[in-house]
């Protein structure tokens, strides 16, 4: 059985306005990741503007702030952020940095983009993180919320800006 975001995230009933939240908010990841200047903005539902990773892999959005979608101190942040990073050594990973933010600029998250990452180990980091929802690149080269509140599922159903990682 797989293991689900903490009980302590939002409720199920709150599911529909937060991700109506992460689908307008602000994901960039900084060029030089993918050989280019400046910063380049994801948006699910949309094509990257990254080039698509190889079949059956992905790139991934990743954060350790505000797990289960409950906003933490700075410090409790930080050290999660820092924990995330130590993890992505031991496990050999390449990352990058990146951010989150709302719409409106707050909310800020520091994040990590993992280029050409196996899915399923994007999906165990992001429970081991209490993440409710990372962002994704497919091999179709669209960028989507991939989410990891399966109470979530009957409430949200299908809809191609976001995925439930199997």
């Known amino acids: 059985m797989k293991p689900t975001?903490?009980?302590?995230?939002?409720?199920?009933?709150?599911?529909?306005?937060?991700?109506?939240?992460?689908?307008?908010?602000?994901?960039?990841?900084?060029?030089?990741?993918?050989?280019?200047?400046?910063?380049l903005r994801l948006v699910p539902g949309r094509p990257a503007p990254v080039p698509a990773p190889v079949h059956g892999r992905v790139?991934?959005?990743?954060?350790?702030?505000?797990?289960?979608?409950?906003?933490?101190?700075?410090?409790?942040?930080?050290?999660?952020?820092?924990?995330?990073?130590?993890?992505?050594?031991?496990?050999d990973l390449t990352w990058h940095p990146a951010a989150n933010s709302a719409a409106d600029g707050g909310w800020p998250e520091p994040s990590c983009w993992l280029p050409d990452v196996d899915a399923g180990l994007l999906d165990a980091l992001a429970r081991e993180f209490g993440q409710a929802a990372t962002v994704c690149v497919g091999a179709d080269?669209?960028?989507?919320?991939?989410?990891?509140?399966?109470?979530?599922?009957?409430?949200?159903?299908?809809?191609?800006?976001?995925q439930w990682p199997r």
């Open 141 to 162: 080269g669209i960028a989507r919320l991939r989410l990891y509140r399966d109470d979530w599922h009957a409430l949200l159903g299908e809809d191609p800006r976001w």
């Open 59 to 91: 790139h991934g959005l990743l954060t350790a702030f505000n797990p289960g979608a409950q906003r933490l101190d700075a410090a409790a942040n930080l050290a999660r952020a820092a924990r995330l990073r130590v993890r992505l050594a031991e496990l």
């Open 5 to 39: 975001v903490p009980a302590s995230g939002a409720p199920a009933r709150d599911g529909q306005a937060l991700v109506e939240a992460w689908l307008e908010a602000i994901y960039r990841i900084r060029a030089d990741a993918v050989g280019a200047a400046g910063s």
